[in-house]
């Protein structure tokens, strides 16, 4: 079955600066990569996803990036604020099945 | 903006009790999910279920878990004879079709057992 791999594990920045969180995935045939923000003790919140006919994907300060030949997609935030800070998850699906397989998650922290 | 609704927060149960945990999916979604996250770790997917019927689910979903539509608007995950292994956030998902289509969690139930 699928297995998707994320990286960092912990990132800290400064606020300002960017983050870029990285995820691969096993199985080609996926085709539907959403990002997720968890904050303690909360919901994940979708914040954006990138469907495999498509190499980017940019929504204000967040985009993302999917190279299907490397079989890796990566979150960009750029100009980061303290309240970015969260743990962000990658996921991946399948056309036909509908689960979403999390990555492992990173945690995002943005010092003032 | 609609929302996914989860009750209760937060349950205690005594291992090998029964539980029910409730899901109230968006309106117009069509495709309903439950997946758990044990503490700290990643969220997992449990199953999915459309048109009354489950259309996928995880090698952890087995014979202790099961889940149900009982009228137009629930949607309900029931684990039998817990276990200590059980406790976890279980969250509770929906969207509008299953393919390409955003799934939006709700506040998930806090699942504790003694």
């Not at chain 2, 969220?43 to 459309?50: A, K, M, P, R």
Request: net charge negative; aromatic share 12%.
């Amino acid at each position: 079955g699928e297995n998707v791999e994320q990286h960092p594990s912990t990132l800290s920045v400064q606020e300002g600066d960017s983050a870029v969180i990285k995820c691969t995935y096993s199985d080609s045939a996926s085709n539907y990569f959403p990002w997720y923000k968890q904050e303690l003790g909360k919901r994940p919140q979708l914040i954006i996803d990138i469907r495999s006919n498509v190499g980017e994907k940019k929504d204000q300060r967040i985009a993302v990036t999917l190279n299907k030949t490397a079989k890796h997609f990566s979150l960009h935030i750029t100009e980061t604020q303290p309240e970015d800070s969260a743990v962000y998850f990658c996921a991946a699906s399948m056309t036909g099945f509908q689960k979403l397989v999390f990555g492992t998650g990173t945690r995002l922290l943005v010092s003032p | 903006e609609p929302e996914v609704t989860q009750t209760p927060s937060h349950q205690v149960t005594q291992m090998g009790q029964e539980v029910i945990l409730r899901c109230v999916p968006i309106s117009n979604h069509l495709y309903f999910y439950w997946y758990r996250q044990i503490l700290g770790q990643k969220v997992e997917f449990l199953v999915s279920f459309y048109n009354n019927e489950i259309s996928e689910k995880s090698e952890i979903f087995d014979d202790q878990f099961s889940v149900e539509r009982p009228d137009g608007s629930n949607f309900t995950l029931k684990i039998r004879s817990t276990k200590l292994e059980d406790s976890a956030m279980y969250f509770c998902a929906s969207s509008v079709q299953g393919v390409f289509q955003p799934q939006h969690f709700g506040d998930g139930t806090r699942l504790s057992i003694l």
